[in-house]
């Protein structure tokens, strides 16, 4: 049973979902292209204290420079408060502007009926035991993010079935995240120079204009490219010919080690179904992804 392919079917019909109408929504409340960073700090921290530093070494593969601006961006506004030098607050307003957002996207999904209700019901139980399993998990890898989003984010169990899952789903992509970062931090390298040695490896990008637009102008400026791409070549795991950039045989044997140990770590708590219920998973995750493909 290959768990990849059963984990791609739960994300891969969420993700698109209600991402256009949080991006609107955030965009009429004045938020911006700084919203995303606002709803994981939320979700993260809720009304305790944060700082940059704390906040990326959660979230790390984005600009320190770029995410301190929205932070005090986010203050100016009254969405965040200062709680002391370097520190900020989810402040009420902030709560209700991450609400506002994150209400948006429940309302797209709320009418959706992907797969019959009790269908549905059977996926909520396995994924609801996987997210269980995971928060017994001992560390590493750190179990900080699905901790806190699976306290922070606000749930009745009342609520649409689709709903609760996404959140399930959303516990779970937390902990793949802190799996991954596990798998590459002994590396000593910043976030962003990860995250642009994966879009060459995967090969999502590889000319430098197109590096850029694939890793976001507003999030990192063409110069912190270039130096992240400075630095992946001194260490021997790209090279550049002719303006492309592609993964040396080193860099691709160091990337895919990385993709491996994620796996492994993020699989662990999924021993709590045997092969069977795999399988049930499987089917039924593929049937809700195409059922949300097809925005029924």
Same mark, same amino acid.
């Given at each position: 049973?290959?768990?990849?392919?059963?984990?791609?079917?739960?994300? &891969?019909?969420?993700?698109?979902?209600?991402?256009? /109408?949080?991006?609107?929504?955030?965009?009429?409340? =004045?938020?911006?292209? =700084?919203?995303?960073?606002?709803?994981?700090?939320?979700?993260?921290?809720?009304?305790?204290?944060?700082?940059? !530093?704390?906040?990326?070494?959660?979230?790390?593969?984005?600009?320190?420079?770029?995410? &301190?601006?929205?932070?005090?961006?986010?203050?100016? %506004?009254?969405?965040?408060?200062?709680?002391?030098? =370097?520190? @900020?607050?989810?402040?009420?307003?902030?709560?209700?502007?991450?609400?506002?957002?994150?209400?948006? !996207?429940?309302?797209?999904?709320?009418?959706? %009926?992907?797969?019959?209700?009790? /269908?549905?019901?059977?996926?909520?139980? @396995?994924?609801?035991?996987?997210?269980?399993?995971?928060?017994?998990?001992? &560390?590493?890898?750190?179990?900080?993010?699905?901790?806190?989003?699976?306290?922070?984010?606000?749930?009745?169990?009342?609520?649409?079935?689709?709903?609760?899952?996404?959140?399930?789903?959303?516990?779970?992509?937390? @902990?793949?995240?802190?799996?991954? *970062?596990?798998?590459?931090?002994?590396?000593? *390298?910043?976030?962003?120079?990860?995250?642009?040695?994966?879009? *060459?490896?995967?090969?999502?990008?590889?000319?430098?204009?197109?590096?850029?637009?694939?890793?976001?102008?507003?999030?990192?400026?063409?110069?912190? *490219?270039?130096?992240?791409?400075?630095?992946?070549?001194?260490?021997?795991?790209?090279?550049?010919?002719?303006?492309?950039?592609?993964?040396?045989?080193?860099? =691709?044997?160091?990337? %895919?080690?990385?993709?491996?140990?994620?796996?492994?770590?993020?699989?662990?708590?999924?021993?709590?179904?045997? &092969?069977?219920?795999?399988?049930?998973?499987?089917?039924?995750?593929?049937?809700?992804?195409?059922?949300?493909?097809?925005?029924?």
């Amino acid at each position: 049973m290959n768990l990849n392919t059963i984990w791609n079917s739960l994300v &891969e019909g969420f993700y698109p979902l209600g991402n256009s /109408e949080m991006e609107k929504t955030a965009n009429e409340l =004045g938020v911006g292209d =700084g919203w995303i960073t606002l709803l994981w700090a939320s979700w993260l921290f809720a009304s305790e204290p944060f700082s940059t !530093a704390s906040f990326m070494r959660i979230r790390p593969y984005g600009s320190a420079r770029v995410i &301190e601006a929205r932070f005090a961006e986010a203050a100016r %506004q009254g969405i965040l408060s200062v709680h002391s030098e =370097g520190e @900020y607050q989810r402040a009420e307003k902030g709560k209700q502007v991450v609400d506002q957002i994150v209400q948006s !996207a429940e309302e797209v999904i709320a009418h959706l %009926q992907p797969i019959p209700p009790a /269908e549905l019901q059977k996926i909520l139980n @396995y994924t609801k035991r996987l997210v269980e399993a995971t928060l017994d998990t001992p &560390e590493p890898p750190s179990r900080f993010a699905i901790l806190r989003y699976h306290k922070n984010i606000h749930i009745e169990q009342d609520m649409p079935l689709l709903r609760l899952l996404l959140h399930h789903v959303g516990s779970l992509d937390q @902990y793949r995240g802190a799996a991954h *970062i596990a798998s590459w931090e002994a590396y000593n *390298i910043k976030g962003y120079e990860w995250s642009a040695f994966t879009s *060459i490896w995967r090969k999502e990008a590889d000319p430098l204009d197109a590096l850029h637009e694939e890793m976001g102008s507003s999030v990192f400026t063409r110069e912190e *490219i270039l130096e992240a791409l400075r630095d992946l070549a001194k260490r021997g795991w790209i090279e550049e010919e002719m303006g492309v950039y592609k993964s040396t045989t080193e860099g =691709g044997r160091i990337r %895919q080690e990385a993709e491996d140990m994620t796996d492994r770590l993020f699989f662990v708590p999924w021993l709590c179904l045997n &092969e069977s219920e795999l399988e049930g998973l499987s089917s039924l995750a593929s049937q809700l992804r195409d059922g949300l493909k097809k925005g029924v």
